[in-house]
């Protein structure tokens, strides 16, 4: 059982009023009786409406895990070995601990368990490789691969882009002045030069987030891009989770965030998904007391950047993040910022070391938002708008192969049978595509692919018709 160490979750149920002692009592004896400690436990899950209950409540307290709680009828969809007409009738499912301790995607070690008045089921957890990222598909497949994995644009920089930071080269010397490419990013949104914080890319954001804001209740909703709960969780939080589902288009109801949380992530457009939130939607969430942090990294590749919150100062604890990576091909140089308000921005500066980003960083920056720069990002969106509904009517010609969501990122999440050998052919074909069971809410039949120009996908979609033949 070693192998399930510090990867279990433990589904519970019980009666109304029923003890915190009673609850740990029956989690110990069913984790013992099995061989496993209590402390491989990640988290203790249940369905909504028991998700009150003191004694529930106070166990995962107690055992020091989240609380995970599940809609009734999400569970009632899950297959359980023990089903129940009477947990069915009183709790709309018919397995609380089966179905709740199943709902991340694990499976089952411990059927359920019951006392006077708990009941409790023991699941590994679907865990994922938070720390994996589309480079490494390209890293580990060798030279020469089309890359479909990275979400960096195609033949970028663009010239006048490198001979700027290549001119920057002569000033080496001196040390990094960042105050004319933050004045101009806050021009760019029209912000004053207090809510605007310049960083290391976008990943160093969510570092500083993480360790500068003090959390108490962390939530990410997923799936989404890795990092932030990486950071979160470096930084010795418990992160709690909201899984958007496939079956609702990967749409994000706000009503599924605990009113509780003090610090909400959420990607828009979301990375892997390509799924554009409505604006209202996002700024719905925030709440006195709360940091909203909205990662606008890919906003820039949608056309006109619809659904945009950066600029807005009437969304309290709003912090937007961007990055300059994605469009402009600069993930080497690593150059972003956040947006916020200015007690935030204090904060999180005051976290960063001196000189956090460089001469070369910072000419880039001044660059890529000046006005003929956006015009040229404009432009290039709309295209990748064209290139993606390309891409979409080609996937559609498979009956293999779903789109889950409305893509309107530089990126789209496909749902294909036998995913990893798909994507192991497609490398023998000579495209590396990203793999999607890295993404917490996602498994393995999950695939995302980069957009890219007609002719480029003219070839995937023929790699692909010869992977899945080969099937």
Not at 78 to 103: C, F, K, N, Q, Y
Not at 178 to 185: E, H, K, L, S
Not at 372 to 396: F, K, N, P, S, Y
Request: aromatic share 4%; with cysteine.
């Amino acid at each position: 059982m070693g192998e399930y160490a510090t990867q279990l979750v433990v589904g519970v149920g019980g009666r109304a009023g029923v003890s915190v002692a009673e609850v740990c009592a029956l989690v110990e004896e069913t984790l013992r009786g099995a061989g496993l400690e209590s402390g491989s436990v990640t988290a203790l899950a249940t369905v909504e409406g028991k998700a009150l209950e003191a004694g529930i409540a106070g166990a995962a307290e107690r055992f020091g895990v989240p609380l995970l709680s599940y809609p009734a009828e999400r569970l009632a969809a899950i297959p359980v070995p023990h089903p129940s007409d009477a947990a069915r009738e009183a709790a709309g499912t018919a397995s609380v601990a089966e179905a709740a301790a199943l709902a991340g995607g694990g499976e089952l070690l411990v059927p359920k368990r019951r006392s006077v008045a708990a009941t409790c089921a023991v699941a590994t957890a679907h865990t994922h490789d938070l720390r994996h990222h589309g480079d490494a598909e390209v890293a580990d497949a060798g030279a020469g691969l089309v890359d479909l994995a990275v979400n960096v644009r195609s033949h970028t920089p663009p010239q006048w882009l490198k001979d700027r930071i290549a001119a920057s080269l002569d000033v080496l010397s001196a040390y990094p002045d960042g105050r004319p490419a933050r004045a101009a990013v806050a021009l760019r949104h029209g912000l004053p030069v207090e809510r605007v914080l310049l960083t290391a890319g976008a990943a160093e954001a969510f570092v500083l987030i993480a360790r500068a804001l003090g959390a108490e209740r962390p939530v990410v909703v997923h799936p989404q891009f890795t990092e932030p709960e990486a950071a979160l969780r470096d930084a010795g939080h418990r992160v709690e989770r909201v899984v958007l589902r496939a079956e609702d288009g990967f749409r994000l109801d706000p009503a599924a965030v605990p009113e509780e949380a003090d610090l909400v992530v959420v990607g828009n457009p979301t990375n892997p998904t390509s799924v554009l939130h409505p604006a209202a939607t996002l700024a719905a969430l925030a709440r006195p007391g709360r940091i909203l942090v909205v990662d606008e990294a890919f906003m820039d590749a949608v056309p006109g950047e619809r659904e945009a919150l950066a600029g807005r100062t009437d969304v309290p604890g709003l912090v937007v993040l961007r990055s300059l990576t994605k469009t402009w091909g600069l993930a080497g140089l690593r150059i972003g910022y956040v947006l916020a308000e200015p007690g935030v921005i204090a904060k999180l500066a005051a976290a960063q070391p001196l000189w956090p980003v460089s001469t070369p960083a910072l000419v880039a920056a001044e660059a890529c938002v000046a006005p003929a720069a956006l015009a040229e990002a404009e432009a290039a969106a709309r295209q990748i708008a064209v290139d993606r509904e390309h891409l979409l009517a080609g996937l559609a010609e498979f009956e293999e192969i779903s789109v889950a969501g409305t893509a309107e990122g530089p990126f789209v999440l496909i749902r294909v049978e036998g995913a990893a050998e798909i994507r192991t052919r497609l490398r023998a074909l000579g495209f590396a595509v990203r793999r999607g069971d890295t993404f917490p809410g996602l498994d393995r039949s999950w695939l995302r692919l980069a957009v890219r120009d007609r002719a480029t996908t003219g070839r995937l979609l023929q790699a692909l018709d010869q992977a899945l033949a080969a099937r």
